[in-house]
Structures are given as structure tokens and as C-alpha cells.
């Protein structure tokens, strides 16, 4: 419809509608287009951009406000756990050879903590994508990519980084061999350390306050 009939239909100014419609295409869920066989059209949007957006939204909120820890750390690895039976079922070679490229580079011992923590999320989106399901590839862009990098944040300073690979490469080979068991109890292991090198990271703050 055109600008004056959006206007009408709800009851507000042309320039109300506009405002609408530029909000609306900033977020790309719509295109203009002039002429006369113009107008506003809604875009089918792609998994890939939607995957964008939610990335950038989910980062935004987490950095904005304030996020208990704990809570964050049981999201991201309750989530990611539900991906582990699917994953030792449809891993694909290329899943595998993403995540064992991970592990190569976390050995590196000249890696930075910020190229450990990359590659760390590089790690566990391969594990994911793994499990074959786009709308959980989705859902757990968020969890991983917005979430884990404040995990990381938090805990790089007392993270013995030889534990993280080590368990790391049980959930690779583990998925490897299709034992789910044993790939979501090398998880279950990385969460309970995780919240531990956060609850040192907690009590080292305090007692410097």
C-alpha cells in the first residue's frame, strides 16, 4: 500500500509512516523501490542474516546489562548439550575437520587469548552445526557467540588452557565415534569447570575490595 493508505488505515501522519518504514528497512525486513510499480515490499529473509542480527542483539543486550554469570554459563551449556546427540549422528567430515583444526591451533602455545577465545567459539560452533539442525544452529547463535565470549572474558585469567583442550578433544573424539555418552559428559565437565574458574575469579575480586 502506498504511504497515504498506510496513514489512513492506522490513523497517523504520512510522516509517522515513513519513519515505520525506514525503521522496517534498516532491520532489512523490507525494500523500497520507486516508480511507478514502487513501493514497500517485505523481504524473505535468510537464515544467514537473521543468524547476523541475532548475534549483534544478543551481544548488545549482554553488554548492556548487567548478566549474572551463572545464569549465562547454564543457558549456553544446557543448549549446547541438546546438540550432542544429533551431532555424533550427522557430523559430517568437514564438522570434524573444523573442530581438530580448533584443536591444532589451541596448542599453539604463541596463541593469544583473544585468538584462543575465537578459536574456541569456532570450536563449539562446529559442534553445533554438527547436530545438522539449522533452527538450533540458530537458536545457539547467541549462546555461543554472544555468550561464550564473555564466559572467556571472565575466566581467561585463571584458565589452565591445556584442560580446556584436553577436554575439548574428548568432545571431538567422542562425536567422532558417535558416543554420545561420552562427548556430553566431557561437556558436563567443561560447564562444572567453567563455573568454577568463575566462582575463584568472584572471590579474588572481593578479597582485593
Known amino acids: ?17 515513513r519513519e515505520a518504514l525506514k525503521r522496517l528497512a534498516a532491520q532489512r525486513l523490507i525494500r523500497t523501490q520507486r516508480g511507478a510499480t514502487g513501493g514497500a515490499f517485505v523481504n524473505q529473509i535468510t537464515w544467514d542474516e537473521a543468524y547476523d542480527d541475532l548475534i549483534t542483539t544478543s551481544t548488545l543486550l549482554i553488554s548492556m546489562n548487567e548478566v549474572d554469570f551463572v545464569a549465562a554459563a547454564e543457558a549456553r551449556f544446557t543448549l549446547e548439550r541438546a546438540c550432542i546427540p544429533l551431532a ?34 569456532a570450536f563449539h560452533r562446529a559442534l553445533v ?30 584458565r589452565d588452557r591445556a584442560r580446556v583442550v584436553s577436554l575439548h578433544q574428548r568432545i571431538s573424539t567422542a562425536v567422532d565415534d558417535r558416543a554420545t ?3 556430553e559428559a566431557a561437556l558436563d565437565e567443561l560447564s562444572d569447570y567453567t563455573l568454577t574458574l568463575a566462582r575463584q575469579v568472584r572471590q579474588a575480586r572481593a578479597a582485593h575490595r
Not at 92 to 120: I, K, N, V, W, Y
Not at 137 to 150: K, R, T, Y
Request: glycine share 6%.
Open 88 to 121: 555424533c549422528q550427522r557430523r559430517t567430515e568437514a564438522h570434524l575437520a573444523c573442530m581438530r583444526q580448533e584443536l591444532g591451533r589451541q596448542d599453539d602455545p604463541e596463541l593469544t587469548d583473544e585468538q584462543f577465545c575465537a578459536s574456541d567459539v
Open 181 to 183: 555418552g561420552k562427548a
Open 1 to 17: 500500500p502506498s504511504e497515504t493508505e498506510l496513514a489512513e488505515r492506522f490513523g497517523v501522519s504520512r510522516p509517522t509512516v
Open 129 to 158: 552445526d554438527a547436530a545438522g539442525n539449522p533452527i538450533l544452529s540458530f537458536q545457539l547463535a547467541g549462546a555461543v557467540e554472544a555468550i561464550e565470549p564473555l564466559m572467556n572474558m571472565i575466566t581467561y585469567t585463571r
